[in-house]
């Protein structure tokens, strides 16, 4: 997931990846979010969001630096 999650954040930005697209790229199963990132994805669920702001947030900065 995490290397699924990074390849998407670098080719598609924060805002186009979702906990759903992570899922689908790495082929991993849904409660695999809840079991190695329990706090993060009850967080991110009760905000409406995929993972967090602040991730977002830093990997587009990132991306942008071309890091």
Do not use: K, N, Q
């Not at 990132?62 to 890091?67: I, L, T």
């Amino acid at each position: 997931m995490i290397l699924s999650a990074a390849a998407l954040l670098r080719e598609y930005g924060a805002s186009a990846t979702s906990v759903d697209r992570v899922l689908a790229h790495s082929g991993a199963p849904r409660g695999s979010v809840y079991h190695h990132f329990p706090r993060r994805a009850g967080t991110a669920h009760r905000r409406g969001g995929g993972t967090g702001g602040g991730l977002h947030h830093r990997a587009d900065r990132r991306r942008r630096a071309g890091r």
